[in-house]
């Protein structure tokens, strides 16, 4: 009997999250890099002024965590707070050059995993597969109302 016939989607799904993380963290480490400080440095990247608590989600990690990543992230040098441009009191984290380089290497190396778990794929099961995680993710994810 195959895995697919025997375990259940849920476990599957887990199991394939627990590779992508464990092979992220691994082509990550000798940039200084774990995934959630990976997933921060992204997200800074692609949002600039998003805030901590939304970084906490996006990285889901708890607030607390997220504020020892950030803190780590600042004393390495890749990320620096800013005054935000129309309110002067607040203050905003931004990355610096070298945070730049770090996430840009490091997007490379997560590109790399990511075409190496879906190389037996076609586009079409990419798309499928895309599709059928963010359906199941809305399904039990707490409704906005």
Do not use: W
């Amino acid at each position: 009997m195959s895995s697919m016939e025997s375990d259940p989607l849920g476990y599957l799904i887990k199991r394939a999250q627990a590779a992508l993380r464990h092979a992220m963290d691994a082509a990550l480490s000798p940039l200084g890099l774990s995934t959630p400080r990976y997933a921060a440095l992204l997200a800074l990247r692609n949002d600039p002024g998003v805030s901590n608590a939304e970084l906490a989600r996006r990285c889901f990690v708890a607030p607390q965590t997220m504020h020892r990543i950030l803190a780590e992230l600042e004393s390495d040098g890749l990320v620096e707070r800013r005054p935000h441009p129309s309110h002067g009191r607040i203050l905003q984290l931004a990355l610096t050059p070298l945070g730049v380089r770090a996430v840009d290497a490091a997007e490379r190396r997560v590109d790399a995993i990511e075409a190496r778990m879906l190389a037996g794929l076609s586009a079409a099961q990419v798309v499928s597969a895309a599709a059928v995680l963010e359906r199941c993710a809305v399904a039990l994810e707490p409704s906005a109302g």
